[in-house]
């Protein structure tokens, strides 16, 4: 089946604590992103990859990395998490269909930093 | 990317077809017009998107004004699944993966 997976799925940590949320896709993509959503703030770009070792930032990039090793994999790193990143994560991955890009949205993962 | 206006939200019964609009006043010649909607408690999921001609899938029907200042997405047949956020998303495809999403359109639909 076609999908995009996102572990942990739920994780609350305390501030400063170095985490990382993994994000793989079994299509075979180039293109991948991640996203925050949160309330009245709707859906936000933290960064986005074109292709391995591509990587670029979105509309919200700071307190994050991001690295694309493998096709597959685009793990999103908090360094040192604060609270103001507690947010519900997503991660997409996009294929151009042969006039535009279409993503598909991993299940999400709810972060929250005390 | 040019900026979206869709209505805060919308109401529908069911198997009666509901119209979306979304007005993009500032749409560039080459933004191509994309729909996606959000189910509770789930990621986003790709809708339809066209450039200037209407479109159709399996899931709705996209229908561009000439002018392309405005769409309308087309649901044929509501159903309670059809219960979600709906968002109308301008691209300057194609190339590069920034894409901004607004606040976009909460349907309800009524049994």
């Known amino acids: 089946e076609a999908q995009v997976t996102q572990n942990p799925r739920y994780l609350i940590t305390v501030t400063g604590k170095k985490l990382t949320v993994t994000c793989s896709q079994n299509?075979?993509?180039?293109?991948m992103s991640w996203y925050r959503q949160d309330p009245g703030l709707g859906l936000r770009q933290i960064y986005y990859?074109?292709?391995?070792?591509?990587?670029d930032k979105g509309d919200v990039p700071e307190g994050y990395k991001v690295s694309r090793k493998e096709k597959r994999n685009f793990p999103l790193i908090l360094e040192s998490p604060s609270p103001n990143q507690t947010s519900l994560y997503f991660c997409a991955s996009s294929w151009f269909s042969g006039s535009s890009y279409e993503q598909y949205f991993g299940p999400g993962t709810r972060l929250t930093v005390t | 990317d040019a900026k979206t206006t869709q209505p805060n939200s919308m109401e529908s019964n069911e198997e009666e077809p509901v119209h979306l609009p979304c007005n993009h006043s500032t749409i560039s010649g080459t933004d191509y017009i994309h729909w996606y909607r959000q189910l509770p408690s789930q990621g986003p999921e790709y809708v339809i998107h066209g450039l200037t001609s209407n479109v159709n899938n399996r899931m709705a029907s996209l229908a561009i004004a000439e002018d392309r200042k405005s769409s309308t997405l087309i649901l044929h047949r509501a159903t309670l699944r059809d219960a979600a956020v709906y968002y109308c998303?301008?691209?300057?495809?194609?190339?590069?993966?920034?894409?901004?999403f607004g606040p976009g359109t909460r349907l309800s639909v009524l049994p």
């Open positions: 299509m075979n993509h180039e293109y």
């Open positions: 998303i301008l691209r300057r495809d194609n190339y590069g993966q920034n894409f901004v």
């Open positions: 990859s074109m292709n391995v070792e591509v990587t």
